[in-house]
């Protein structure tokens, strides 16, 4: 019995001791320590708790050979396995993904916020519609400069100018020094620059996923910016998401050292793992066939964006007409689609299966057409997506 107490109390420490270890690290990160120090203190402390976790698990013989084959054992596990966390952790992946290169009519904009966004402006031969518009991707920002612009180059033939970007952080935009400067906030004030830049008075905003978060956080902010919008498969208003390790496949020991920095110390996140090493993991998944992969986007991706103060406040004045728009299968769910409507006077919902319909939609709801919404108080018998 008493060595079967030492044996669970053995397992219990081995379990602990990549807690231990990381909160080794986030701890020794938090007062100002350089990656070299933080990494080594980290590894220091889950060797130790291993090694005691595997001293408990390993009852203690009487003969004195015995004693010898336990220390040799012990002290083996111990090197081969702190020996390879000490290599996850410590090794960066030896080929990051290239930068994507740039892409046909690729520009940029230089904001006073200090960010850098590339985008790509479709123009039609004659501009007849006096509101650009702006189209905000789902993901972390990351829309597809080359698919993209192709997509809504028919909303040019009716007129439309239509520009296509990345958020900062994400495709071909630039990255920031500091991942905590990241978040809904910023992107907000980006978007307002963007305005201003392209000289506009007011916008015409086409949102999908997180890109419908943010344009329902511009609506509460800067409601005489926006003349009309599409939201299609918004994000949850509420809902602060950022990516999962659990998103790119099982979590390495780096990245879950990357994963906590973050968490506690984005700058020593960044310092310990550069944005290179960030973009190549974040390859991005899709729930649907209609989706498409989120691609890279880095820290932007990890970081956590609460909605800010008031927006529900801010959205229950928007006067722009708002159109909701809900697929078949896109990732999100249904009831974010409806209380997205509801927050929003005059909001309107509509069911579009397939890409066809939703830009049949997009075209009539912007020219000023009628949309019949949908009336249902559940979902489409073939809608696939959650709820």
Do not use: N
């Amino acid at each position: 019995m008493r060595s079967f107490a030492g044996m669970v109390a053995g397992a219990a420490v081995l379990a602990l001791s990549p807690v231990a270890g990381l909160a080794a690290l986030a701890g020794t990160a938090m007062v100002g320590a350089r990656p070299g120090v933080f990494t080594v203190t980290g590894l220091a402390v889950f060797a130790s708790v291993f090694y005691l976790g595997l001293l408990l698990c390993v009852p203690r013989p009487g003969a004195t050979w015995g004693r010898w084959l336990r220390a040799a054992l012990i002290l083996a596990v111990e090197v081969a396995v702190v020996w390879r966390v000490a290599d996850a952790t410590l090794t960066p992946p030896p080929a990051p993904a290239a930068a994507p290169s740039p892409v046909a009519g690729q520009r940029e904009w230089r904001l006073p916020t200090g960010s850098r966004l590339a985008y790509v402006r479709v123009a039609p031969k004659r501009v007849t519609r006096p509101e650009p518009v702006v189209f905000l991707s789902g993901a972390a920002g990351l829309a597809d400069l080359a698919a993209d612009p192709a997509f809504y180059r028919r909303l040019a033939a009716d007129g439309h100018e239509v520009y296509v970007y990345d958020r900062v952080g994400a495709g071909r935009s630039a990255r920031l020094p500091d991942p905590a400067a990241y978040g809904l906030g910023r992107d907000v004030a980006d978007l307002e620059q963007v305005r201003q830049a392209i000289g506009a008075r007011r916008l015409t905003l086409v949102a999908r996923g997180e890109g419908a978060r943010l344009a329902a956080a511009y609506l509460s902010a800067h409601p005489d910016g926006v003349s009309r919008a599409v939201l299609a498969s918004p994000a949850g208003l509420d809902r602060a998401r950022a990516a999962t390790l659990l998103d790119d496949g099982p979590p390495s020991a780096r990245m879950l050292a990357v994963y906590t920095l973050l968490r506690v110390e984005p700058a020593a996140a960044h310092a310990f793992a550069g944005d290179a090493e960030l973009d190549a993991r974040a390859a991005g998944t899709t729930v649907c066939p209609e989706g498409r992969p989120a691609g890279s986007g880095g820290y932007a991706r990890l970081v956590e964006r609460p909605s800010p103060p008031g927006m529900r406040e801010g959205l229950a004045r928007v006067t722009a007409p708002v159109l909701v728009v809900k697929g078949a299968c896109d990732g999100e769910s249904w009831s974010a689609a409806t209380d997205v409507r509801r927050a929003i006077p005059g909001a309107g919902l509509v069911y579009a299966e397939g890409r066809g319909a939703y830009l049949a939609t997009l075209r009539a709801f912007l020219a000023g057409r009628a949309v019949p919404p949908y009336e249902g108080a559940t979902p489409p018998a073939g809608y696939r997506g959650p709820w």
